[in-house]
């Protein structure tokens, strides 16, 4: 017999298998010496707004029955070595989903990346924290698996309209992510374990009869009578294929150029900008657990999301908390020499002493006058020049200008800063010279009105790390409601947060397996 029962458990007995097992049965009145009986959680949220914190668990209960399989085991990938193809640009997680849809649908992907696999990453990444040195073309944001990869690898998304999140949980985890991911309500990975699963997922494209360039970087592409033929790499290779599906991520900035020189229609687009905020984990647990010492062995390390309205010159912006990241470390995200941008991430055990998120001010069109200029890249300049300035600031390496905030609320630069997860080191400034007023000074109302949701948030033991900049696109590639296609040039499908239509893993994920159907649906399926 199978039932699903709702419980409501203290965390042990929610994580503690064990005593979870014991405590269903005698729940439901059984004995485990009387029945056969297992049960398995499908569902799991954390309850923190009482003073005692508690998990709301959904579970499925078998009793003198065989436990099946969470997965359905995954069917094989047809090969699709001879079929026709289409090319996908970056192997983000929007690209490499549209790689693995394509093949389902049996059509060959290329799939063409800038930057290195997962594994020669980490080389590139070593660089910019020891050595202060940014690869242009491999670093957190370009390479195998995308930015997610080795920033964070959470999971969460509220975006339901582009297709079934279960369906993307699934391919994880049938490519080595654990069975948890599908019960947890903030699932997360962690940066530690995504890039085996990223190489696996590679594997499944290869092993199929897709192709996978690294270290290939489009730089022109083949427009004939305004439609879509193909692209030229670097190295004046031309790959031609049936469509192109864009998937370059938020910070291709050579992508955006190119599109503007070729007079293809982009759009300035509204994102944010800020800074990186880092407190003690322990700090963040006592304020939401409520705890007097520390969350104790059970809980896991303690998020927050947080959302204010500050008014600067009688306009109302909002200042609120982005990628949070308990138990992390903040990185280095620059993707050019002579830039600074700082990103967050945390392994799978968020076990970091540090936690930090970043707190960032939405930044619309009419806020730069002075950019209109550059026409629809005007948004992704201001985002550079704060870049630029946060990168003097630091020393003109890769350390990052900081302060501590409530010296940054009373513009006093901090005679000494905190201990820090950031490997390549801290400057100690004051953080509003390198933001514009109608940045800093909201979020100094934001930074306070967080003290007051949250008693003990705003202190002077945590401190700013800047900049913030790369929240989303500045630029958004338009393209049409229903068939994801670009308005005037044909075949070419502007997909995911570089073209301003999705943001995180799972909602990129999805928006690149839709313009594989899309495409195909138009050009190979008629």
Known sequence: ??????????????????????????????????????????????????RQVKVNVTAEVFIDEQVPPMLDASKPY?????????????????GMFAALRAIELGVKPILIERGSDVRARRRDLAAINKDHIVNPESNYCFGEGGAGTYSDGK?????????????????FVSHGATEEILVDAHPHIGTNKLPKIVTELRESILQAGGQVLFNTKVVDFILENNEMKGVVTKEEEKITGLGVILATGHSARDIFH????????????????????????????????????????????????????????????????????????????ATAPGELVVNGMSPSRRDSKFANSGIVVAVELEDLPQYEKYGPLAAMMFQAEIERSAWKAGGETQTAPAQRMIDFVNRKESSSLLDTSYQPGLNSVNMHEVLPDFISSRLADGFKAFG????????????????????????????????????????LYPCAEGAGYAGGI???????????????????RK
């Open 155 to 171: 999971l969460y998304t509220r975006s339901k309209k582009r297709g079934d999140i279960r369906r993307i949980m699934e391919i």
């Open 506 to 524: 799972v909602s990129a994920a999805m928006d690149g397996e839709r313009c594989a159907e899309k495409l195909i649906e138009t050009y190979i």
């Open 258 to 333: 190119l599109l503007h020189q070729k007079k293809i229609l982009i759009e300035a687009k509204p994102f944010a900008l800020g800074v990186r905020i880092e407190h003690s984990q322990n700090l963040i647990d006592k304020i939401q657990y409520h705890c007097q010492t520390d969350r104790g062995p059970y809980l896991p390390a303690s998020s927050y999301s947080l959302v204010h309205q500050a008014k600067f010159n009688g306009k109302q912006r909002g200042v609120f908390s982005f990628c949070m990241c308990p138990g992390g470390f903040i990185v280095p995200s």
């Open 1 to 50: 017999m199978k039932k699903e029962i709702q419980l409501q458990l203290t965390p042990q007995e929610a994580y503690d298998e064990v005593i979870f097992q014991e405590t269903v049965a005698k729940r439901l009145g059984i004995s485990l010496r009387q029945a056969d009986i297992h049960a398995r959680q499908t569902k799991r949220s954390i309850d923190a707004r009482g």
């Open 452 to 491: 007051n949701k949250m008693k003990g948030y705003y202190t002077n033991e945590s401190q700013l790390i800047g900049v913030e900049s790369r929240t989303s696109s500045p630029v958004r590639i338009p393209r049409d409601k229903e068939s994801f296609e670009h308005p005037i040039i044909k075949r």
């Open 78 to 94: 047809k090969n699709v070595s001879n079929a026709e193809q289409i090319i996908i640009v970056g192997a983000g997680p929007a």
